[in-house]
């Protein structure tokens, strides 16, 4: 809610339109069971380390370098 994006948003209407989008996908991944991983930008942005369990769910290898190298690049304005 504070990311430029929602800023020139009603944010009572913004609020209501996250709240539903969560609750959508996570019905979603509970209709998908095992075939979904869930994780949120705030689990890993402080963390990156927290990234393991989605490496180890795509059965890819984990490599902390270029996570590091892309949470540092600006991508927005």
């Given at each position: 809610m ?26 979603a991944r ?11 930008y705030?689990?890993?942005?402080g963390?990156p380390?927290q990234?393991?369990g989605l490496?180890?769910w795509l ?15 600006r991508?927005?304005s």
């Amino acid at each position: 809610m504070k990311s430029k994006w929602w800023a020139d948003k009603d944010k009572d209407a913004a609020l209501a339109q996250m709240v539903d989008h969560e609750a959508r996908m996570v019905a979603a991944r509970e209709q998908l069971g095992d075939a979904a991983y869930a994780i949120h930008y705030d689990d890993y942005v402080g963390d990156p380390d927290q990234l393991r369990g989605l490496y180890a769910w795509l059965r890819e290898p984990f490599d902390r370098a270029p996570i590091d190298e892309v949470l540092a690049a600006r991508h927005s304005s």
